[in-house]
């Protein structure tokens, strides 16, 4: 099992994900309820771009994406709102005849579910959202935010296993920066911010719409089975444009591993 805290979080915060490994991880979990637990308490700290310390849109509202994914199917939520672990919306959707729900239907979901209202709004994200508003001043036209692409940061977090030969992965984000409600990146998508099959399991962070548009997951999950493990990453990052912000973990039967081309913290078990 590996897990991150985000690509452009220093690897002095190693610890704290390392923290969350060991506390959501219990011995005897399947790989797909371990990386549901281990991003569940990801979440809960307020360091990483996940749940509690989910960035501000423009407008002020946090929005929330996440995903899980077994070999058997996909859960997949975006847009979700005052709710701390999108990641446990994202199981529901999982064991549903859906895929990927959005917006108010899958945050009504979790309340229904018992999951209590929380204010998501850190001090520090808030902090930030005024000096994003004062770069934008009057400035409303999504062209206008052009400028500001090469500026934008995301940061996700994210987990893969491999236990008994089965393969999983999940994935949480609370957006990027300078987004409007209703933006979504690669997070909640397959094959763009995740993805499990044959040859294992792949979690991206990084540049969303850049990561989209490469199908970073898919590609790295195809060149591992094509290279291996490790070269499979480090070939998927080698070819991402370096301007752009991109890290992957992967997992499969011959360990685990992770490629960046920022630091990225971390976190793993590897038996």
Same mark, same amino acid.
């Given at each position: 099992?590996?897990?991150?805290?985000? $690509?452009?979080?220093?690897?002095?915060?190693?610890?704290?994900? &390392?923290? +969350?490994?060991?506390?959501?991880?219990?011995?005897?979990?399947? *790989?797909?309820?371990? $990386?549901?637990? $281990?991003?569940?308490?990801?979440?809960?700290?307020?360091?990483?771009? +996940?749940?509690?310390?989910?960035?501000?849109?423009?407008?002020?509202? #946090?929005?929330?994406?996440?995903?899980?994914?077994? &070999?058997?199917?996909?859960?997949?939520? +975006?847009?979700?709102?005052?709710?701390?672990?999108?990641?446990?919306?994202?199981?529901?959707?999982?064991?549903?005849?859906?895929?990927?729900? $959005?917006?108010?239907? +899958?945050?009504?979901?979790?309340?229904?579910?018992?999951?209590?209202?929380?204010?998501?709004?850190?001090?520090?994200?808030?902090?930030?959202?005024?000096?994003?508003?004062?770069?934008?001043?009057?400035?409303?036209?999504? /062209?206008?935010?052009?400028?500001?692409?090469?500026?934008?940061?995301?940061?996700?977090?994210?987990? #893969?296993?491999?236990?008994?030969?089965? *393969?999983?992965?999940?994935?949480?984000?609370?957006?990027?920066?300078?987004?409007?409600?209703?933006?979504?990146?690669?997070?909640?998508?397959?094959?763009?911010?995740?993805? #499990?099959?044959?040859?294992?399991?792949? #979690?991206?962070?990084?540049?969303?719409?850049?990561?989209?548009?490469?199908?970073?997951?898919?590609?790295?999950?195809?060149?591992?089975?094509?290279?291996?493990? &490790?070269?499979?990453?480090?070939?998927?990052?080698?070819?991402?444009?370096?301007?752009?912000?991109?890290?992957?973990?992967?997992?499969?039967? /011959?360990?685990?591993?992770?490629?960046?081309?920022?630091?990225?913290?971390?976190?793993?078990?590897?038996?």
């Amino acid at each position: 099992m590996i897990a991150h805290g985000g $690509v452009g979080n220093p690897r002095e915060n190693d610890g704290r994900v &390392e923290q +969350a490994v060991d506390k959501g991880y219990e011995e005897g979990m399947s *790989a797909f309820e371990a $990386v549901i637990g $281990v991003v569940q308490e990801l979440e809960d700290d307020p360091l990483f771009n +996940a749940g509690r310390g989910s960035r501000l849109r423009l407008d002020g509202s #946090v929005q929330m994406d996440a995903a899980v994914q077994s &070999e058997e199917n996909i859960g997949s939520v +975006a847009a979700v709102e005052e709710v701390k672990n999108p990641i446990r919306i994202a199981e529901i959707v999982h064991d549903s005849p859906y895929l990927l729900l $959005v917006g108010d239907s +899958a945050t009504k979901i979790g309340k229904k579910r018992g999951f209590e209202y929380t204010d998501l709004k850190t001090e520090d994200r808030i902090e930030e959202l005024e000096k994003m508003r004062e770069k934008l001043q009057d400035e409303e036209d999504l /062209e206008d935010y052009k400028k500001f692409y090469d500026e934008m940061q995301g940061g996700t977090v994210g987990c #893969v296993a491999y236990e008994d030969g089965q *393969a999983a992965a999940a994935v949480s984000t609370g957006g990027t920066s300078y987004s409007i409600r209703g933006r979504v990146g690669d997070s909640p998508l397959i094959g763009s911010g995740f993805y #499990v099959g044959e040859n294992g399991a792949v #979690v991206a962070t990084g540049k969303g719409e850049e990561i989209t548009r490469r199908l970073s997951s898919k590609t790295c999950h195809d060149m591992m089975g094509e290279y291996g493990l &490790e070269k499979g990453c480090e070939m998927v990052v080698e070819e991402f444009p370096e301007k752009h912000t991109l890290g992957l973990i992967a997992v499969n039967q /011959e360990g685990c591993f992770s490629a960046d081309n920022r630091e990225m913290a971390r976190g793993s078990i590897e038996k």
